[in-house]
């Protein structure tokens, strides 16, 4: 199994820009499709990105286009989620995420339920 840590959450203001990193341990990152999630308080876990395991596709919430940038480093075992153009609604725990399902990543890659393995979260705080 892979074990998955987030860091570089934090304070910012709004238009400001942060960069996530999620390092992996256990297992080697490139085996996985991997995906950034978000969650606050009283809401449904929503998906923000996703990077096949090749790192050839990724996807995004329309929320976050052209603002948001998921990669991976495979030599540092690691996802990142660049953010910039930071909004108040973009305030929430991120969450990293291993994805285990048996569908194609192109189809079930929004689906908190398809990943098995979870970091632990970094929370995000927009003000403005």
């Known amino acids: 199994q892979v074990q998955l840590v987030e860091s570089g959450g934090g304070l910012v203001q709004a238009g400001g820009s942060l960069t996530l990193s999620c390092v992996a341990s256990?297992?080697?990152?490139?085996?996985?499709?991997m995906g950034w999630f978000r969650r606050t308080p009283g809401k449904e876990r929503e998906f923000v990105a996703g990077?096949?395991?090749?790192?050839?596709?990724?996807f995004y919430i329309d929320s976050v286009k052209g603002r948001f940038t998921i990669s991976t480093d495979n030599a540092k075992n690691t996802l990142f989620l660049q953010m910039n153009g930071l909004k108040p609604e973009d305030t929430a725990v991120y969450s990293c995420?291993?994805?285990?399902?048996?569908?194609?990543?192109?189809?079930?890659?929004?689906?908190?339920?398809?990943?098995?393995?979870w970091g632990q979260g970094t929370q995000v705080t927009v003000f403005s």
């Open positions: 995420a291993a994805y285990s399902g048996v569908q194609p990543y192109s189809v079930a890659y929004g689906y908190p339920n398809n990943y098995h393995y």
């Open positions: 256990g297992r080697t990152l490139n085996g996985y499709h």
């Open positions: 990077i096949t395991r090749s790192a050839d596709r990724t």
